[in-house]
């Protein structure tokens, strides 16, 4: 194979809020570059990217599907890496992981619904990890569709400068096809098939005034990021040629000074072909990308990984999920350097040398084999034992690690079970893979019932997975009802002595320490751990197993038994036995302290709170409002938005929210939607807390006692 010019690949996703059109809009791009020679409809449950069974039952996505495909554009051939990710806001761990790995994304916005609150999501995912974005304006042919407005709101709710490269011709059924502000020319598109489905023609001359305002717009946004182009349009703004404008257009948008905007109706086949152009000339490739920063484990220094296949193997890995046929697939994004199906890779986590027995191009669920990959692309590996989503691989005698990823923990569990004995070990191996899978997917034992307790982010996410465990591993379960994960949290700060001493005859258990238990500061998760032992009072190596000792406690609050969300522990002073002393002792003696000085601690239990919207016609606003401040709702706002419809705005307790989806359609005859996400932990009322600890068991005492 000829080497390949990394100018010309494009490693993109399509991210949006639920029922967007990202989907049908991957089908379009499928299709338009000779990928797929049928276009695949979501309501038909036949769209090539939404492969999993349960996926073509709901007509939503689930999981980030990847495919390559290939797009002529101004007389070269570009190759596209390109990830669909869900809408769905309890799979958001699908959109991070892969906005983590891509170098561009189409934000993707109903004409009629604008920004919507996982819009707004995702756009803050993609900015956590500087991904340029091109904004698409889809399902211009709906009742109510209005391009510009919709670019507005993009500038109002996500602050984002964005500028609009077309216009629409007509709006609704009215839909024709667009103007590009750039050349000038009116594009009109046929609903047909066809992969040219399209001519080009004149500017409407109703439509002269408009599209010279909207150029002059355009042309003042990209002078903004070009001082030679600045220039030129004080002197001439007519002398500045299309070639000036589409550079100064890409350098701002892979700056991230602005964000091109274009419109169509993916679902009519209009505007796709014009969506492709864009990306290839405004979003990035690897090299517009450059060097990204590892960590040389060996002498723990930063060092920058150019896109480039002579550097070194550098990958990170960015989802592990498990095919009925090849086993564990790794997918991997190559940040530089060469590997070839069967060589081996070293592990940055584990130190442990993996080799990759065989690699693919992915195309949904699809695998094709290859013979290797570079610095660019995107692939799956088969052939790790222990691999892990977020880990780096690479080359044996370079040993980089690349920035992680971080998750949300889950908020939402229920209890199962097998029906039958026969399932119990069966169970165990599917819950097993489904947590390696989905990072925001976890697996407990209750220590005081003995229930496996499965753990997600809500509830149409649990349903996936206990709907998987019957259809992919045979396992037919009994569930229980859903539980809220509170989490405690201390409010005071204590000094406590513990003293550990066991004599068993021979060698003994002691340990002494004197700590300080508090809050954590602000915006610190997990265990704070410092140390003040002066004089070798507490012998160094002794001291991580005290940290080791406030870790584990923590997983078990003395409260109710909820994780201790943050803890500030200081190590003041102790003492040691010179024979009867050891980790464990010291281990012990920490979990000890933890123990007898937590209900000191003044501690609380904290619940997820969600931030919540509703959509709803003006006559239901009553009901609804009234029904959320009886489920402990704070509202914190209340729009008007087009047609008289009312948005209404606030963060509602989780434990108040089951089952409300039914509720919101019988207040409103069915004509309200809503959507709803994670946003904060707060105290829950003491009321509520004495039943909470009642409930799980443990005995309700108030601080004074």
Request: aromatic share 8%.
């Amino acid at each position: 194979m000829a080497k390949r010019d990394l100018r010309f690949t494009r490693n993109i996703g399509i991210m949006a809020h639920i029922d967007a059109g990202k989907t049908t809009t991957s089908e379009r791009i499928l299709y338009y570059t000779g990928k797929t020679h049928k276009i695949g409809e979501v309501h038909e449950g036949e769209a090539t990217m939404d492969w999993m069974v349960q996926e073509q039952e709901r007509g939503i996505t689930i999981t980030s599907a990847a495919t390559t495909a290939f797009w002529h554009y101004g007389g070269n051939v570009y190759q596209i890496n390109l990830i669909d990710t869900p809408g769905h806001v309890d799979f958001t761990v699908e959109v991070e992981r892969s906005l983590r790995v891509l170098d561009g994304t189409i934000a993707t916005f109903c004409a009629v619904g604008r920004v919507q609150p996982q819009s707004e999501t995702v756009w803050r995912q993609a900015d956590k990890y500087g991904v340029p974005k091109l904004a698409y304006v889809n399902k211009m042919d709906r009742v109510g569709a209005d391009f510009l407005a919709c670019v507005e709101d993009i500038k109002n709710k996500l602050g984002a400068n964005a500028v609009p490269i077309c216009l629409p011709i007509g709006a609704e059924e009215n839909f024709e096809g667009l103007v590009d502000l750039i050349s000038r020319k009116a594009i009109r598109y046929n609903s047909s098939e066809e992969l040219v489905n399209y001519t080009d023609g004149p500017v409407p001359a109703e439509m002269q005034d408009e599209v010279e305002e909207w150029r002059g717009k355009l042309l003042e946004a990209v002078a903004d990021c070009d001082d030679a182009l600045m220039e030129k349009f004080f002197e001439d703004p007519d002398s500045i040629t299309e070639e000036e404008i589409i550079a100064a257009l890409r350098k701002g948008t892979i700056e991230m000074k602005l964000v091109p905007a274009c419109c169509g109706s993916s679902f009519k086949n209009k505007g796709v072909q014009f969506l492709l152009d864009a990306v290839m000339r405004y979003l990035p490739s690897p090299l517009d990308v450059g060097a990204v920063t590892a960590t040389n484990t060996v002498i723990d220094k930063p060092v920058t990984l150019e896109p480039d296949p002579s550097a070194p193997f550098c990958g990170l890995v960015f989802k592990i999920a498990t095919d009925p046929y090849v086993g564990r697939l790794a997918y991997i994004r190559v940040y530089s350097g060469h590997l070839d199906s069967g060589s081996y890779v070293m592990n940055s986590r584990t130190g442990h040398k993996e080799r990759v027995s065989r690699l693919f191009q992915m195309h949904s669920n699809h695998q094709n084999p290859i013979e290797f990959v570079e610095a660019g692309d995107i692939c799956a590996a088969v052939g790790f034992k222990d691999l892990r989503t977020g880990d780096t691989v690479c080359a044996e005698n370079h040993r980089y690690a690349l920035e992680s990823m971080t998750f949300p923990d889950p908020v939402i569990g229920i209890a199962v079970e097998p029906k039958t004995q026969n399932d119990l070990d069966k169970l165990g191996v599917a819950l097993s893979k489904l947590a390696e899978e989905d990072p925001t997917f976890s697996v407990k034992s209750d220590n005081d019932t003995g229930q496996t307790i499965i753990s997600g982010m809500g509830e149409l996410h649990l349903d996936i997975i206990v709907d998987r465990l019957r259809r992919e591993f045979g396992v037919e379960i009994n569930q229980g009802a859903p539980h809220v994960n509170y989490k405690e949290a201390v409010t005071a700060s204590v000094q406590h002595h513990e003293v550990f001493k066991k004599q068993t005859g021979g060698r003994g258990k002691f340990a002494d320490i004197l700590v300080e238990i508090g809050p954590a500061d602000e915006g610190v998760n997990g265990l704070q751990f410092e140390s003040a032992v002066k004089g070798g009072n507490v012998p160094k190596e002794f001291i991580p197993s005290v940290q080791k000792g406030f870790e584990s406690a923590m997983l078990n609050g003395a409260l109710a038994g909820y994780e201790v969300q943050s803890l500030k522990v200081t190590l003041l002073d102790g003492s040691y036995h010179p024979v009867d002393s050891d980790q464990l002792s010291f281990e012990i003696a920490a979990r000890m302290a933890f123990r007898n000085a937590y209900r000191k601690c003044k501690p609380i239990i904290l619940e997820p709170i969600m931030a919540l919207e509703v959509v709803t016609p003006e006559e239901y606003m009553g009901e609804i409002v009234g029904d959320l401040n009886r489920r402990r709702g704070q509202i914190t706002s209340m729009d008007t938005a087009f047609g008289g419809v009312r948005i209404v705005k606030a963060f509602v307790p989780l434990a108040e929210q089951f089952g409300y989806v039914t509720v919101l359609r019988t207040l409103s005859s069915g004509r309200a939607s809503s959507t709803m996400s994670f946003d904060h932990y707060e105290a829950v009322p003491p009321a509520m807390s004495k039943d909470i600890v009642e409930k799980s068991g443990y005995r309700y005492v108030p601080y004074d006692d």
